[in-house]
């Protein structure tokens, strides 16, 4: 009877491995070609890394070498040879050390149209679209009520330079003439929960200047 029942469980095993057999011939391929994707997609997902990687070092080279290149005007030659391509991003950061460099230089025409060029660029990054905002408005010769166009956009809560934009809007009234604007706008930065220690001073500073009375600050 064990014999009998031995047997008949080795036959058993046999057929179970015959029918496995016949569906990994059947769909084996199916497995073989889930692991190829696999597979491959890991690899072509690692060479875009790569290259990504490979661009973004040669950028960062080109970008040291220009700054390296000796005087303002021989970098911002550097600055201009960079090819961005077609990234957004690359061509404001270049736009960013351009301007820096047109600056030095005494070009202040010059680094405001790099920093304007940026503001009006949809496809870069929006941090550095605020950034540009900010440092244009710092270029001597603009128009006060220019820089408080500019500085509009970011004078919002929740911006990284809203205070420091706030801080140029009140400068931007003293040009205008408009003093009770800008102690009204001062006033405002002191409270502000957000503002630095620095800042309320800088900001105290130009209220004693203006005539105003720190006892209302």
């Known amino acids: ?125 929006q941090v550095y679209r605020d950034l540009a905002r900010l440092k244009a408005v710092l270029i001597p010769g603009a128009d006060p009520s220019e820089r408080i166009a500019l500085l509009e956009p970011i004078m919002v809560p929740g911006n990284p330079f809203r205070l420091l934009a706030v801080e140029q809007r009140a400068l931007a009234e003293v040009a205008q003439g408009e003093t009770a604007a800008a102690l009204e706008t001062l006033n405002a930065l002191i409270v502000d929960a957000e503002a630095t220690e620095s800042l309320r001073r800088r900001a105290r500073q130009v209220i004693v200047a203006l005539g105003g009375s720190l006892e209302e600050s």
């Open 1 to 125: 009877m064990a014999d009998q029942e031995s047997f008949i469980s080795e036959v058993n095993e046999e057929v179970r491995r015959d029918r496995l057999y016949k569906l990994m011939r059947r769909y084996g391929w199916i497995a073989i070609a889930a692991v190829v994707a696999v597979v491959g997609g890991a690899s072509v997902l690692e060479w875009q890394k790569s290259k990504a990687r490979a661009a973004a070092e040669a950028t960062g080279d080109a970008l040291l070498a220009a700054l390296e290149s000796g005087a303002p005007e021989a970098q911002q030659a550097a600055l201009a040879a960079i090819d961005a391509g077609d990234s957004a991003e690359k061509a404001a950061l270049v736009g960013l050390l351009h301007s820096a460099s047109a600056v030095e230089a005494g070009d202040d025409a010059a680094a405001r149209a790099a920093l304007i060029e940026i503001v009006n660029n949809g496809a870069a990054p």
